[in-house]
């Protein structure tokens, strides 16, 4: 359902509104906030609203850490460059083929490439993070925010309300 939700809210142009760009950008550092200007805006919406309900969520167990792997959870589709039909394309081609024939796709060249990347964005979104210096929560979050709850290694109460929040 929430896949459903996305997909129409990407569909709508533009970013987030001043007010939230303006407290992301106080959350994050500056590295952090240099790549999340990178996203998308659809995508920059969304990561405002998961980080505002973490916040709501968490209280004072939204730290900074917290809040940037809210915001930065799909940073790592920047290089995928995809829109929102090549998305569509890429979760479809993930779940006839399968997420490992995406590695192979990644070497690919065009379009192909593309949808390698996109399906493999928390693994290279874990490494942009990395080298701009993030909290390692912050970087562990962004690696297994789609693998299943019981391969998480962040504490319970941080992982469920990342993940509520990024699929409400």
């Known amino acids: 359902m929430h896949l459903t939700r996305r997909f129409f809210g990407s569909l709508k142009p533009g970013g987030p509104s001043a007010v939230d760009r303006s407290w992301v950008e106080t959350t994050l550092s500056e590295p952090e906030y240099a790549l999340w200007r990178r996203m998308s805006g659809p995508d920059r919406r969304h990561s405002a609203q998961v980080g505002r309900d973490v916040e709501?969520?968490?209280g004072?167990?939204?730290t900074a850490p917290v809040l940037a792997a809210a915001l930065l959870h799909d940073v790592g589709k920047i290089d995928a460059d995809l829109g929102t039909w090549g998305r569509v394309v890429a979760t479809l081609s993930?779940?006839?083929?399968?997420?490992d024939a995406a590695k192979l796709w990644i070497k690919s060249t065009g379009f192909t490439r593309k949808v390698g990347l996109y399906l493999h964005h928390p693994e290279i979104g874990a490494d942009m993070l990395e080298l701009a210096g993030s909290d390692p929560l912050t970087i562990t979050w962004t690696e297994e925010?789609?693998?299943p709850a019981d391969e998480w290694t962040l504490p319970a109460g941080i992982t469920s309300?990342?993940?509520a929040a990024d699929n409400d």
């Open 94 to 99: 993930a779940k006839l083929a399968g997420r």
């Open 60 to 62: 004072a167990e939204a």
């Open 161 to 163: 309300a990342l993940d």
């Open 145 to 147: 925010h789609h693998r």
């Open 56 to 58: 709501r969520m968490l």
